[in-house]
């Protein structure tokens, strides 16, 4: 009888040699071990188990082995002592054997002939009756890992070692905090935008980093080896050079003719300014003036709407007769 789907109870028994001989842990009709079989016994003592008897029966009522008569299943009684007997018998457990037999598809041709895990299967030897007790809590068992996208079937007991380092396991990133899988950390580190990273123009060393996503303003903006205009640039002064020799270059080269150059543009701005302000002061003016002329009209319709609503009042008193 099957213990799962791959295997019977003749592929896990013990000394089977010795239980053949004595011939009485193995139904005599279907030659099958009585592995969680009930046995029934005629009055003479012959056994079966009882889909046997059910189906003799049907066909004739009579013991398949010495003819005594047996009118109904009733007729039989339970031979408990040989069930018992058998469950004392030992066994080794499914998982002592190799991986390859608890997969689909894998090694259908040497099913007859399955090779046991030395190395790694389990050792344990059980009773027959305690069998599917411990192969359902058997730490050898083989299980899959549980992250999503990694197929690997291992052992139960290494399955915490594996998932630790799983190339699947999802782990956040220090640094984006991201949830990143561990085998493409390394790629994610090389893209990531708050991974520190070293100026690529080299201008404070190797010890001082920035985020990479902090890069560009930092080149743009206070990195000392970029490259820039002088700040008379548009007025005539065409030097570049690094931002560390900016001051060096506004100390040492003469830049009156580029400064007189900027001042005339400043006062020009300047002088636009004052003019755009003195425009913008009288359209202030010009509302104010607008705004005084509304309220007074909305006055004087508010005093002549009242007047009217007055004489309508004393008109009232006096109805036609």
């Known amino acids: 009888m099957s213990i799962n789907s791959k295997f019977t109870i003749n592929d896990v028994l013990l000394n089977k040699e010795s239980l053949q001989k004595k011939n009485k842990y193995s139904c005599p009709i279907c030659m099958e071990y009585i592995y969680k079989k009930s046995i029934y016994q005629c009055r003479s003592g012959h056994i079966a188990c009882q889909e046997c008897w059910e189906k003799s029966l049907k066909n004739k009522k009579e013991c398949m082995i010495c003819r005594l008569d047996v009118k109904s299943f009733i007729d039989l009684s339970r031979c408990l002592v040989i069930e018992q007997d058998f469950g004392k018998k030992e066994c080794c457990c499914i998982y002592s054997f190799t991986k390859d037999y608890f997969i689909d598809?894998?090694?259908?041709?040497?099913?007859?002939?399955?090779?046991?895990?030395?190395?790694?299967?389990?050792?344990?030897?059980?009773?027959?009756?305690?069998?599917?007790?411990?192969?359902?809590?058997?730490?050898?068992?083989?299980?899959?890992?549980s992250h999503k996208g990694c197929d690997e079937i291992l052992r139960l007991n290494s399955l915490n070692e594996h998932e630790n380092?799983?190339?699947?396991?999802?782990?956040?990133?220090?640094?984006?905090?991201?949830?990143?899988?561990i085998k493409e950390l390394e790629n994610h580190l090389g893209q990531c935008p708050k991974f520190p990273i070293t100026c690529p123009q080299n201008c404070m060393g190797r010890l001082i980093k920035i985020k990479r996503d902090q890069i560009n303003s930092h080149i743009e903006k206070d990195c000392n080896n970029t490259i820039i205009p002088c700040k008379y640039y548009e007025y005539g002064c065409k030097t570049e050079m690094k931002r560390s020799e900016l001051q060096n270059h506004l100390n040492n080269v003469n830049h009156q003719i580029f400064m007189g150059l900027l001042i005339d543009k400043l006062a020009s701005t300047l002088a636009q300014s004052n003019k755009t302000q003195d425009e913008l002061v009288k359209k202030i003016e010009q509302s104010e003036k607008t705004q005084e002329k509304l309220r007074q009209e909305i006055n004087e319709l508010q005093i002549c709407s009242n007047s009217n609503k007055n004489n309508k009042i004393w008109i009232s008193k006096f109805p036609n007769k």
Do not use: M, S
């Not at 040497?110 to 007790?133: A, P, S």
């Not at 956040?172 to 899988?181: Q, V």
């Open 105 to 145: 598809g894998a090694n259908q041709e040497n099913e007859k002939r399955k090779d046991k895990d030395v190395e790694n299967g389990c050792k344990e030897i059980i009773n027959i009756d305690l069998i599917d007790t411990h192969i359902e809590n058997c730490k050898f068992k083989f299980v899959k890992c």
């Open 165 to 181: 380092k799983c190339g699947f396991k999802l782990v956040k990133c220090g640094f984006c905090a991201c949830d990143t899988r």
